[in-house]
């Protein structure tokens, strides 16, 4: 089992910058890939980036490119997400999410552990 915690949401302006952070404890995780997803009210979860633990491989979300870095940190079992240049459009709960798998994927419903979530608000 895998338990992961996340912290860092807040409320900033826009243009403002949040760093967003994943503790992880349990057993050893660095062969998972970790990820940050979103969730507006009534939409569904959405991919952000991900992170291959072992490598520091990360893929990103067409929204997040360019603003946003994920990053890990192996002694620390803890992986970032750097949201910088935020907009209102970027608020919403975010979630930290792992992957006991070799592939990397964006799908939801191929994490096997998540987190509980952070709210991050955006104002105009």
């Known amino acids: 089992q895998v338990q992961l915690v996340e912290s860092g949401g807040g409320l900033v302006q826009a243009g403002g910058s949040l760093r967003l952070s994943c503790a992880a404890s349990?057993?050893?995780?660095?062969?998972?890939?970790m990820g940050w997803f979103r969730q507006a009210p009534g939409k569904e979860r959405e991919f952000v980036a991900n992170?291959?633990?072992?490598?520091?491989?990360?893929y990103y979300a067409d929204s997040a490119k360019g603003r946003f870095t994920i990053s890990r940190d192996i002694a620390k079992r803890t992986v970032y997400l750097q949201m910088n240049s935020l907009k209102p459009e970027d608020t919403t709960v975010y979630y930290c999410?792992?992957?006991?798998?070799?592939?990397?994927?964006?799908?939801?419903?191929?994490?096997?552990?998540w987190g509980q979530g952070t709210q991050v608000t955006v104002s105009s």
């Open positions: 992170i291959r633990l072992i490598d520091g491989i990360t």
């Open positions: 349990g057993r050893s995780f660095i062969g998972y890939w």
């Open positions: 999410a792992a992957r006991v798998r070799d592939r990397s994927s964006q799908a939801v419903s191929e994490y096997d552990y």
